[in-house]
């Protein structure tokens, strides 16, 4: 993450950035969502410190369309997922940001870790998460930094 980790917002800082941030633009980032839900979970942050959906600049919904066309594509890449859910909760987190969990009929094996998505065909359980140490996270980072379609970030 070309940010300074000193300007890191507090819901960036809650989802372990910069060391979690696949892909960062001018006014998004994509984590990797330390807490599994299910097989390549993300988490879809706005840069800028707004609390309000309606509040994120105009250029940020504009640049929304080519973040999700990425990380849709990516995810599909990496882990062919069945369905993909984006929640916007805020209730614990402030700023604005989406929780993205790629949704499974089945359960997935990755890396060794046999992945669960128990709420299914039905609303996610935030509440299950797989654990996963640190060798897998950097596995499931891997696997997505290799699908992502842009190598670089728009913004740099």
Do not use: C
């Amino acid at each position: 993450m070309s940010s300074d980790s000193s300007e890191l917002h507090q819901t960036l800082r809650k989802f372990g950035a910069p060391a979690s941030v696949i892909r960062e633009y001018e006014h998004w980032s994509v984590l990797l969502r330390p807490a599994q839900a299910t097989l390549g979970s993300l988490v879809l942050v706005a840069r800028g410190t707004q609390t309000e959906f309606s509040a994120l600049p105009p250029a940020a919904f504009g640049e929304l369309a080519t973040v999700t066309a990425d990380l849709e594509h990516a995810l599909h890449q990496a882990f062919d997922h069945d369905r993909l859910n984006y929640l916007m909760l805020m209730m614990v987190d402030p700023q604005v940001h989406f929780h993205v969990l790629p949704r499974y009929a089945r359960s997935r094996e990755f890396a060794g870790v046999t992945f669960a998505d128990p709420g299914w065909p039905g609303p996610p359980e935030l509440g299950h998460t797989t654990d996963t140490d640190e060798a897998t996270r950097q596995t499931l980072f891997d696997a997505l930094d290799g699908a992502w379609p842009r190598k670089t970030s728009p913004s740099g």
